[in-house]
């Protein structure tokens, strides 16, 4: 026969895997509705769409490399007397090596 | 821009339901499997994967509803019901389409189980082997950045984990430990007329 | 007319999958090679969730609450059950 | 009136009685009715395939159950390895058992008889398949015979119905019971032969037949079947079978499933099923099997676990791995001696096997090693180390 004791160590552990199922069950709840964000942001980010009202999405990559093309320009403006023979040159360059 | 929130919702809650499926399924297998430890008994994998196929309707519903309302795609609910009805991407749809009546028929049939009986219970049960990879193929087939690095990891993530469930319970075989013992008896006094 | 409910297996379709001891430890463990052990009597009101649930989860729908039965006049006399050889 | 009953009449060794001798014999079998149920009850018929279930209750549950539609079967597999007593009927008064079987189908108002016979007892099978073509047109439609896998279990009143109704001869989860969800799910009465052989003739005379047949068997010197008085020493029937061919040290009264007694305690005992159920005995199948002096008991014991645990049907977890493991820890006694530790699981695993099968297997089983761990006690407690078992 079993003890008394054993049947409140395994009561004990019934109720602490209850509370683990609820948990778990909550958390997986709560990171699906994350996930949903998550994935929805991602998703917004990695491609323009062919969709019209993507236009958010497209202006706010147009926002992003318009501040990296300002960037650019400025670079570009330090070296903006180079660039035209540079160019030039390593056209050579390249047709010649081909 | 309320368009765009549920085109992205819908694509968010698609990805969100094959993790949940995909769980699910690994759960499922675990569970055949009698997996246990000490401080994890085996009704908490039963529970995880009860709770967690109710969870997948839910952003299931989410991610067929915000598809269906969103004005671009003009769906239409007949397309939610009825697979290859829609103009609209018509062959990965309509997959999405079956995989979720399956899994829809699924949970029902799980949720009335002492009304159809376990052996039908069981047959219907064994379409998540159905349900699921076709849920991956309209994943993979129906997002517009189905190939994009993201979608495509987690894809991958899930298609790895179910496998791999799937492999260890064909390695494992028939946990039962009855089975053989009974089999063979019930051979030994099967009577039956051969038709 | 009390509504008391038993636990009661069914032992062929029982394959030992032991999760109705592990949800209701305070009525049922499990016997040297993994079925399950009822106490007998009617499930007591504080234990009724708990039973329910492991009728619920038991994978292979054996274990289930009856209405305690009232019994037959010829088991009450300790007759025989029956059973032919 | 005293025997014999069942076997009066020519020679059982002389085949099967035809049915123009039996009708000279006994004349025509009267009509079945509520009277009959009556009269079994008033008659106290108990069941002789083993369980000693009351005829009359079991019929009067069946009739209320039965709409018109019930089923008999005529229980004939007789697996019991020691017993003899269903075939030497079968093969010698087949139309007593017929009588039986239809004044049975008339009274619970059955749609069907099947005769259960194990598929061994080739003898048995002719002998009723002859009987059958003897009867008129509308007794022989009623008929359908079915052959038993030759299994222990198959003789289990839920595993003819499902041998009947599926083909294969398991047991299934009672409740219900045959006698209210059977084959087909009509109430299904199903009823050893010799029990519907001593119906047909209570219902001839109105009174009850007072014999029961038994199979002697071990170390006795002419073992065979014999028809005694209720009531009988136990020590008469087996002088009956010309007494014991050597010293005896027990008997095992009732077969496989019965109780062991020390032999000392075993002669005076009446074969009576009703009595011996208030001593906690059973006359069981019917079998008396004397086990001599010179053989270990534990090793006859561990022998005996070991057939009852292969003829386990492995539905029911308990069932298979309790015997099993009963069957070993007993064997390893009888082989290796005796070990405080599984004498200790024996007790234990005994009470865990108990009541948990579907069918009455298991318990079966674990009263007969009960029973013969109470009369062996001594010899359990200090077994020697190999001992060869005899065979």
Known sequence: METNDATQDRVRARDEAMRLLNRLTTGAAVSAVLGVGLFGAVSAYTIPGTKTTSATASASTTSTSSSSTSTSTSSGLQSSTTPVTGSSSSGVAVSGGS | MSNTLLWYTTRGAGAVSLVLLSAVVVLGILSVLRVQSTSWPRFLTAGLHRNLALMTLVFLALHIITAVVDPFTHLGWLTAVVPFSSYYRTFWLGLGTIAFELLLAIVLTSLVRGFVGQFAWRLVHWLAYASWPIAVVHGAGTGTDAWSAWLFTLQAICVVAVLAAIGYRFIAGNRDPLATARSSFQAAVDRREPK | ?85 | MSAPQLLAGPNPSMGPERFAAHVRRLGPAPKGGPALIDLLVRTELTGRGGAGFPVGLKWRAVAGASRGSAVVVVNGAEGEPHSKKDRLLMTSRPHLILDGAFLAAATVRAKQVVLYIGEGHHAALRSMTEAVAERTDHERRLVRIATAPARYVAGDSSATVHLVDAGIATPTTNPPPPRERGVGGAATLVQNVETLAHVALIARTGAATGTVLITVAGAVRSPGVFEVNIGTPLGEAVQLAGGPSEPARAVLLGGYFGRWIESADAWSLPIDPIALRAGSLSLGCGVIGVLPARQCPVCEVAGIMRYLASESSAQCGPCFFGLRALADACTRIAERGTDPGDLQRLQRWSGEVHGRGACKHPDGAVMFLHSAMQTFGDDFAHHPAHLRRSA
């Not at chain 3, 040297?32 to 989860?57: C, E, F, K, N």
């Not at chain 3, 039965?69 to 059973?83: F, H, N, Y």
């Open chain 3, 1 to 85: 007319m009390t509504r008391q409910l038993e636990l009661s297996v069914d032992r062929i379709k029982c394959d030992g999958r032991g999760l109705c001891a592990e949800i209701l430890p305070e009525m049922i463990r499990l016997d040297s090679w993994g079925y399950p052990i009822i106490t007998p009597g009617p499930v007591p009101d504080h234990l009724m969730g708990l039973a329910q649930r492991a009728v619920d989860d038991c994978p292979v729908l054996a274990i289930a609450l009856r209405r305690a039965e009232t019994r037959s006049a010829g088991r009450a006399q300790g007759a025989p059950k029956e059973k032919e050889r």
